[in-house]
């Protein structure tokens, strides 16, 4: 059982509390993880023993609203493993709130700019913010098309001021690469904010009853296939096929990545998958698997941390032979499991630039998948 003994002074006493962590793929607002309140002020709320080694943190339903120092300044994760103790105890010293804490430093670079504040997704009957990044020499050679790569999460791609646990850095990577002549074909990048109550909904394709999300993925990678794409396509100088459009997230940003291009597998051609939450809905993907099978001209990178959890190396493993034995050629996969990876921005930012230059090297190079 975890047990809050005590809250800042100012917790509105009408709101709800919530833990978030690696077992509900760190959803702030999920009502199956909503701690009830005793009559003494303390909260608590019991999970499986079961789950074992956990991190997390506690929220006041939104990432807005969770707790931080008595500084205003994030916390790292808390961790406790459900075996070792009956009750673990804390103190939640502040919340954060918008507009408490200094403003982050903006770390956007000049090639990025909003395509726009409030995007319509008509798939799901919302609109989202959608941002892009443009090579450097983009407005200089009004003939060269470019490659895109789709990313989820938009938030934490391009800039730490808007990012809620870091940021990728992605704008940075693809400006050093084609400085060192690393790069020499460019990239525009799409990135698409999650909107925090419907994240988890939108990363699964189907409905996970244990955790209560999920079901709205189908539908998302609609929009960035049916709506999304043919408006880049139009407004930018791109290469519209499959070997050159890539789409890449983390956690259930991975999933719905690999979702993705089983789905549309004459759409998305190149796949980053950092850290894929495949627990949450394995048997369901793997039965659309069975039906869409992966093009055998696709690319997939796969990475995650060994210690991340007990199911995702194993897992990530089991999808990469899945892949194997659908036709994927080993020469398009690449699958790394450095021991220090973490569930963190941290991990994924130093992963992309060899993620980047895997999928999108050109056709006619050879490289060695690390296998």
Same mark, same amino acid.
């Given at each position: 059982m975890l047990k809050i003994t005590r809250v800042p002074a100012n917790t509105p006493p009408g709101d709800s509390l919530f833990v978030a962590g690696s077992f509900n793929i760190w959803n702030p607002?999920?009502?199956?993880?909503?701690?009830?309140?005793?009559? $003494?002020?303390?909260?608590?709320?019991?999970?499986?023993?079961?789950?074992?080694?956990?991190?997390?943190?506690?929220?006041?339903?939104?990432?807005?609203?969770?707790?931080?120092?008595?500084?205003?300044?994030?916390?790292?994760?808390?961790?406790?493993?459900?075996?070792?103790?009956?009750?673990?105890? =804390?103190?939640?010293?502040?919340?954060?709130?918008?507009?408490?804490?200094?403003?982050?430093?903006?770390?956007?670079?000049?090639?990025? =700019?909003?395509l726009s504040d409030s995007f319509r997704i008509p798939q799901l009957g919302r609109?989202?913010?959608?941002?892009?990044?443009?090579?450097?020499?983009?407005?200089?050679?009004?003939?060269?098309?470019?490659?895109?790569?789709?990313?989820?999460?938009?938030?934490?791609?391009? $800039?730490?001021?808007?990012?809620?646990?870091?940021?990728?850095?992605?704008?940075?990577?693809?400006?050093?690469?084609?400085?060192?002549?690393? $790069?020499?074909?460019?990239? !525009?990048?799409?990135?698409?904010?999650?909107?925090?109550? =419907?994240?988890?909904?939108?990363? !699964?394709?189907?409905?996970?009853?244990?955790?209560?999300?999920?079901?709205?993925g189908g539908a998302y990678v609609?929009?960035?296939?049916?709506?999304?794409?043919?408006?880049?396509d139009t407004k930018y100088r791109t290469r519209p096929d499959a070997a050159h459009t890539g789409i890449a997230g983390s956690s259930l940003g991975g999933l719905i990545s690999v979702y993705a291009a089983l789905k549309y597998p004459r759409v998305f051609g190149r796949v980053g998958a950092f850290s894929p939450a495949f627990w949450v809905c394995n048997d369901s993907l793997k039965a659309f698997a069975k039906m =869409?099978?992966?093009?055998?001209?696709?690319?997939?990178?796969?990475?995650?941390?060994p210690k991340e959890s007990e199911t995702m190396l194993p897992l990530m493993a089991a999808w990469r032979n899945n892949l194997r034995n659908q036709g994927v050629p080993a020469s398009n996969m690449s699958f790394r499991a450095p021991a220090d990876g973490q569930h963190r921005e941290w991990f994924w930012q130093r992963e992309f630039p060899a993620a980047y230059q895997f999928l999108f090297r050109p056709a006619a190079a050879k490289t060695k998948a690390a296998q």
């Open positions: 607002r999920n009502p199956a993880y909503s701690l009830t309140k005793n009559p $003494d002020g303390t909260y608590q709320i019991t999970l499986p023993a079961s789950l074992g080694p956990v991190e997390y943190k506690f929220t006041r339903g939104s990432w807005d609203k969770s707790e931080t120092g008595a500084d205003k300044q994030p916390l790292p994760n808390r961790r406790a493993n459900l075996q070792q103790a009956a009750v673990i105890s =804390h103190e939640v010293l502040a919340w954060s709130e918008p507009g408490a804490a200094p403003a982050k430093k903006q770390t956007a670079s000049p090639q990025v =700019h909003t609109t989202r913010r959608v941002l892009v990044y443009l090579p450097v020499d983009y407005a200089n050679k009004p003939k060269k098309r470019y490659s895109v790569l789709y990313m989820h999460d938009g938030q934490n791609v391009f $800039d730490a001021a808007t990012s809620y646990s870091g940021e990728w850095g992605v704008d940075e990577t693809l400006d050093s690469l084609r400085a060192a002549g690393q $790069d020499p074909s460019g990239c !525009i990048v799409v990135a698409v904010d999650n909107d925090n109550q =419907h994240r988890s909904d939108e990363y !699964i394709p189907w409905r996970n009853a244990e955790i209560k999300a999920g079901g709205q609609d929009f960035l296939t049916l709506t999304l794409k043919p408006y880049i =869409h099978p992966a093009a055998s001209t696709t690319r997939f990178y796969f990475v995650c941390g």
